[in-house]
């Protein structure tokens, strides 16, 4: 079993915050296939379509028949442990700082064999294991086995950690208070174990529904938060900022408008301003004190969540300026992502289909209840997925683009 | 498929003028300083200018951004024949097949074959960084152990199979140590006891200090040529007998226990018509003791399997049964890139020509060369020997 992860201590405001590092990064094109799958917390092997067979690392060619048809296919996760090791020397200052670190070579069912990151409770050679495959703090894809079955604290092995953002002793800040998301959000979290969450709200004196149930959390504290102002979101990162471990944004902003409407701009201005320069304005002011705390002891700050309309990703016309918003915070968290990898900081995207709220009144179900996404939140943050597909029509929104991003923008909106 | 003639032998073919460039831990020097010395050394020892040789080969990890033909310039050598053997352990013997062929055929008269490589402080780093794609993308990532790691999981699924423990691998590493300490060159000058083999700190379980090579600067390199050349220079040489190198064998296997020796080492005694009981002494590519136990299977010296056993029943020294990597092999002279697998060739050269000094084994005729390498991604992909024998 695993030692349960210790609440960390107080920090010693003496000691040197330790820089952060991240492991070996250099990856050819074919092994980003990988990352492809591990982005959306899937298990993806090349399989060559001419002779069937599995193969891996990644080629250019099948070895078995020299096909170049090698597509990537969901793969059978199960396999034997071959045989294992501890590296307690390592030339990479990264690892260095984590070793000794176990690795093994594991069978899979399916044929190829895998150097594979190792639970620590793995058992010996011989013993069945599953591989999945985790984004590590560079955001490369690695595979990484563990037991079967599972034992106990398992989530708190110090490996695992490292391919996560678990939110366990961590502290959260999420943004938008007034967010129909937020209350179940900060429970979720709060059932995870973060120790602290703050909640943004602006104009605290304008009342709203959520309010009590959000004071009634333990360990939560409001907090003063306007996105559409600058010296607001500056002045909380000034306060908290270097308490927050993980932030979580959601701010949205749902105006329907047609884009023939006269004054359809001015609502279009109003959704950007909020998200996303919005997510601008907090990227600037909490990137910076999250990305130095990357190596900030076990617990240092590890993600960034943006909750996402999958809309963002092809435009719906009945909410064509809320999708617009969300494709404008998509690219603009692309680019975040890559100014915070340094840090090892992850940068989520949680991208959510309609929710069950007021502003979606008109549109038919299946629509996400707020407390599916944000259990799919936490899932993802302990799980170390990079995108979160919620509910059924953000994941058939997903399979169609993977299929055809031309057939889901012809069909929108009939 | 039977396409395969039976291989033309090497008749006439000779080694001449083995020399080392004794290595250094670090050097502040690039690998092209160590070649430059290698060839005055091979120059002087000829009796030649380096003008005259008309063959060319070289290995490397850090010569880089160079290849060969500009090495040619580098050097001022006018040669009609060049070849680079990128393959590590295996570079040496693959060097000379290539060149026994050229100098047969009149290709080339007198082929210069270099090994260097130097060691900066973070050359290791980088190499292992850079090795291959399947490393970048596959080995590389999980823990940066570099061959250590790689072996260590070869070397822990040999144990569980064949019942291999670490006293064996230390027995080979405390003999190879005694065997060092007659060669003035090797780098590790201090007794080894098999106490402080097994109490060394952990590296990459099962491997623990001992079992490691230590990375260095250093050149190894030779010359091949035909035997009326030699004799013309006035060059005392020994024959090449046989050759054999194979690439990725058994592929299917799920983890390496054995090297591409077993598909081709009847040809390599067969060609040279001797057996594996005919060998005054052996030298294997002594990456990790587990690895020389492998070839001492894969090569004939015993059943697979049975390395643990052959292990116990023999002593590896210089004077004792079955000498062993008699320089002290890569484990105590040291691993100088590319350079190790020219190692075991220059002092089997030595050990035929007499020229061994203290690490000679009496009356040696006949000796093993082996050597291995490129673990590209869990496994060493290329396996390669050659028999070598006393001009007369």
């Not at chain 1, 599953?130 to 690695?142: C, E, H, P, T």
């Not at chain 1, 502290?171 to 973060?194: C, E, F, H, N, Y």
């Not at chain 1, 002011?285 to 993600?303: C, E, K, L, Q, Y």
């Amino acid at each position: 079993m695993t030692e349960p992860l210790a609440k960390p201590k107080r920090k010693n405001p003496l000691a040197r915050m330790r820089q952060p590092l991240l492991p070996p990064s250099a990856r050819s094109r074919k092994a980003h296939e990988l990352t492809l799958a591990a982005a959306s917390g899937r298990f993806m092997l090349q399989c060559c379509s001419e002779c069937g067979q599995y193969t891996y690392p990644p080629r250019e060619a099948c070895p078995n028949c020299l096909s170049s048809d090698l597509r990537l296919q969901d793969t059978p996760t199960g396999g034997v442990l071959l045989s294992e090791t501890r590296i307690d020397v390592t030339s990479d200052p990264y690892y260095r700082e984590h070793t000794p670190w176990r690795t093994g070579l594991v069978r899979l069912d399916c044929g190829p064999s895998i150097v594979t990151h190792l639970r620590g409770d793995c058992g010996g050679p011989g013993n069945r294991v599953v591989l999945s495959l985790q984004l590590d703090r560079g955001g490369q894809a690695v595979f990484f086995a563990k037991p079967i079955p599972e034992t106990p604290n398992m989530e708190d092995d110090l490996q695992w950690l490292e391919l996560t953002a678990d939110p366990k002793h961590r502290r959260v800040l999420i943004t938008d208070g007034r967010s129909p998301v937020a209350v179940a959000l900060a429970q979720a979290l709060k059932k995870a174990g973060a120790t602290k969450i703050f909640i943004g709200v602006s104009d605290r004196w304008k009342p709203f529904n959520e309010q009590k149930s959000l004071e009634s959390i333990d360990g939560i504290e409001l907090v003063d938060l306007d996105l559409t102002n600058e010296r607001s979101v500056q002045e909380l990162a000034m306060d908290i900022g270097a308490k927050v471990e993980i932030l979580i944004n959601t701010a949205d902003h749902v105006r329907p408008a047609h884009l023939f409407d006269a004054g359809a701009a001015n609502t279009a201005r109003d959704s950007i301003d909020y998200m996303v320069m919005g997510l601008m304005r907090l990227a600037q002011a909490f990137g910076p004190v999250m990305r130095s705390r990357g190596a900030d002891g076990p617990t240092g700050a590890v993600a960034w969540v943006n909750v996402l309309s999958v809309h963002g990703l092809s435009n719906a016309p009945q909410f064509g300026v809320h999708s617009a918003a969300h494709a404008a915070c998509l690219s603009l968290s692309q680019w975040l992502r890559t100014e915070l990898r340094p840090g090892g900081i992850r940068v989520i995207n949680a991208f959510s289909g309609p929710l069950d709220t007021e502003w979606f009144q008109t549109v038919p179900p299946p629509k996400v209840a707020p407390k599916a996404l944000a259990d799919a939140i936490v899932d993802g943050l302990k799980c170390g997925i990079e995108d979160i597909y919620v509910g059924d029509v953000a994941k058939d929104i997903e399979a169609r683009l993977f299929d055809n991003p031309k057939a889901v923008e012809r069909e929108a909106g009939q | 498929m039977a396409f395969s003639r039976a291989r033309k032998p090497y008749d006439g073919v000779v080694l001449a003028v083995p020399v080392t460039v004794p290595y250094q831990r670090y050097s502040i020097e690039s690998a092209h300083w160590w070649m430059g010395r290698a060839l005055r050394a091979l120059s002087e020892g000829a009796g030649i200018s380096h003008r005259d040789f008309d063959g060319f080969s070289v290995s490397s990890f850090t010569m880089g951004p160079d290849s060969a033909i500009a090495l040619t310039q580098h050097f001022g050598l006018s040669p009609r024949w060049i070849d680079h053997v990128p393959m590590g352990g295996a570079a040496g013997i693959v060097s000379i097949r290539r060149a026994a062929r050229a100098v047969q055929a009149g290709d080339a008269d007198i082929v210069a074959c270099v090994a260097a490589d130097t060691n900066q402080v973070d050359t290791f780093r980088k190499t292992l960084a850079n090795f291959s794609r399947f490393a970048q993308d596959a080995s590389y990532p999980y823990g940066a152990g570099g061959p250590n790691a790689s072996f260590a999981l070869i070397a822990r699924h040999y144990m569980d199979c064949y019942g291999a423990t670490r006293e064996d691998f230390g027995k080979l590493c405390v003999a190879q140590r005694d065997n060092a300490l007659k060669n003035p060159h090797a780098l590790m000058k201090k007794p080894l006891t098999l106490e402080q083999y097994m109490v060394a700190r952990p590296i990459a379980e099962p491997f623990h200090l001992f079992d490691c090579v230590m990375p260095c600067a250093g050149g190894e390199a030779f010359l091949v040529m035909r035997e009326d050349t030699a004799k013309s220079l006035g060059l005392p040489f020994v024959r090449l007998l046989s050759a054999i190198e194979r690439h990725n064998a058994f592929p299917d296997d799920p983890v390496q226990v054995r090297g591409g020796w077993v598909v081709d080492r009847d040809e390599l005694y067969g060609m040279a018509g001797v057996t594996s009981d005919d060998m005054d002494f052996v030298q294997t590519y002594d990456d990790y003791a587990v690895i020389s136990m492998v070839q001492f299977e894969d090569l004939g010296f015993c059943g697979k399997g049975e390395g643990p056993d052959f292990v116990r029943q023999h002593t590896f020294t210089i004077d004792g049964t079955f000498p062993h990597n008699t320089s002290g092999g890569q484990l105590s002279v040291g691993q100088a890139g590319a350079a190790g697998g020219h190692l075991g060739i220059t002092e089997a050269m030595r050990q035929l020509l007499d020229a061994a000094g203290g690490t000679q084994v009496k009356d040696a005729k006949l000796g093993l060369v082996s050597g291995f390498g490129m673990i590209n991604y869990d496994r060493g992909l290329a396996s390669a020997a050659a028999i070598l024998a006393r001009a007369s």
